[in-house]
């Protein structure tokens, strides 16, 4: 769905579709040189991760496979805790393999930063992170990312996987949320 559809529910647009196609384009292409010729395994965390990784996909030239996970963090209302539970796990073993999680946003960064150590425990050769959106104001811990695409302000932002009471997941870019829609 385009972003006008929905103008009376956001009240600015942060990344545009075409301005997400064009920085998926470039993240693409860095990760076809760092990966050519090794084992790659992408790591999507559903849900957000769906719109960014079928894209990210598809505009790399070199073969990779992919796996999916679920989480979910314990917390009190929004907060993160940093405590998280595996949903869906990995069908893939990923010992010795090059694991790259590929993530809609790093907010607190507490998802991220467990994941990592998890993936690591299991014997993966290499952990590196993709990340669409970034919220530096929000970050709790530091995660080391290999790619970010945008680095945004610490508000409600849905749109390109994003989403808020599961709806906004299938807007083409990124946008702020309207209050009213919440409050
Ligand atoms: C979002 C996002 C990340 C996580 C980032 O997922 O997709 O996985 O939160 O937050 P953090 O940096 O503070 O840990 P969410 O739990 O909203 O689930 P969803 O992707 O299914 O919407």
Do not use: C
Not at 7 to 20: A, C, R, S
């Amino acid at each position: 769905m385009d972003l006008e559809k929905v103008t009376d529910q956001i009240t600015k647009v942060l990344v545009t579709g075409e301005q997400i196609d064009s920085r998926v384009a470039e993240m693409a292409a860095e990760l076809d040189s760092k990966y050519d010729g090794k084992d790659v395994l992408l790591v999507g965390v559903l849900k957000g991760a769906v719109m960014f990784m079928a894209d990210l996909s598809r505009a790399m030239q070199i073969p990779v496979t992919m796996d999916w996970m679920a989480v979910s963090s314990y917390g009190s209302g929004t907060q993160s805790s940093g405590v998280v539970r595996i949903l869906k796990d990995l069908d893939a073993d990923v010992l010795g393999r090059h694991v790259l999680i590929v993530e809609d946003i790093i907010d607190s960064g507490l998802t991220l930063s467990w994941l990592i150590s998890n993936l690591k425990a299991r014997g993966a050769a290499s952990v590196e992170i993709a990340a669409l959106l970034r919220k530096p104001d929000a970050a709790k811990v530091e995660v080391d990312v290999l790619l970010v695409g945008f680095d945004i302000p610490n508000e409600f932002v849905v749109g390109y996987g994003l989403d808020y009471a599961e709806r906004y997941r299938s807007l083409r870019g990124v946008a702020v949320l309207a209050p009213s829609v919440y409050s």
